[in-house]
């Protein structure tokens, strides 16, 4: 449409082996399996057809993570800046772990919740993601922005941008390659579409 206001396209990347098996991946580096980067691909054909435009967006930040600037690539987009702030939430002491495995020790924890020893907490992610939406903010009026990262930061950089709680991500759900977009309604901020999917990973 012309009239067709620029928006801020959430992407988490593709599928891993630890994402597969709910393991807790922050620092880690761990590559897309097959299937992550499949996903990554038709990720790319429904973010172009989300746009619907060939301009390229105003700004596009990766997290540092091989992950995620794999996804971008193979969405057939251009990073114009690696993003540290992009970085999944800092799992200290739980990385690598299931949250079974933690329950062991702590019953009911959640990352939405409960601490991560030696980690982050909830607020210091808000932060990172309130750095993140003021360089979306400050580039939108130039066109689209994309921002490829990771499953618990999405969640939260979502929740920023309606100005809620870091801790409101846990209401949030999220896929694998899954693309959110947001925007507003005259001056008030919006969750345009949420966790739209890879071609085909519905019928899959």
Do not use: F
Request: hydrophobic share 40%; net charge negative.
């Amino acid at each position: 449409m012309a009239d067709k206001q620029p928006a801020v396209y959430v992407i988490r990347h593709g599928e891993t082996e630890w994402s597969l098996s709910g393991r807790h991946t922050g620092r880690t580096d761990i590559p897309l399996t097959a299937h992550g980067e499949q996903q990554a691909r038709k990720a790319g054909a429904v973010l172009a057809e989300l746009r619907g435009t060939t301009v390229p967006p105003s700004l596009v930040l990766a997290s540092p993570r091989e992950r995620a600037q794999r996804t971008a690539e193979l969405a057939g987009l251009r990073v114009d800046e690696i993003a540290e702030d992009l970085s999944e939430w800092d799992y200290g002491d739980y990385e690598g772990l299931t949250t079974a495995q933690i329950r062991e020790d702590v019953p009911d924890w959640t990352v939405w919740t409960h601490p991560c020893p030696g980690g982050e907490k909830a607020e210091q992610v808000g932060a990172r993601a309130d750095a993140v939406l003021a360089r979306a903010r400050q580039a939108l009026p130039k066109g689209d922005v994309v921002l490829i990262g990771h499953g618990h930061l999405s969640r939260v950089l979502i929740v920023r941008w309606l100005g809620l709680e870091p801790d409101k991500g846990v209401r949030i759900g999220l896929d694998p390659a899954g693309i959110s977009v947001l925007g507003d309604e005259r001056g008030q901020p919006q969750i345009l579409r949420l966790n739209v999917p890879p071609l085909g990973e519905l019928l899959g």
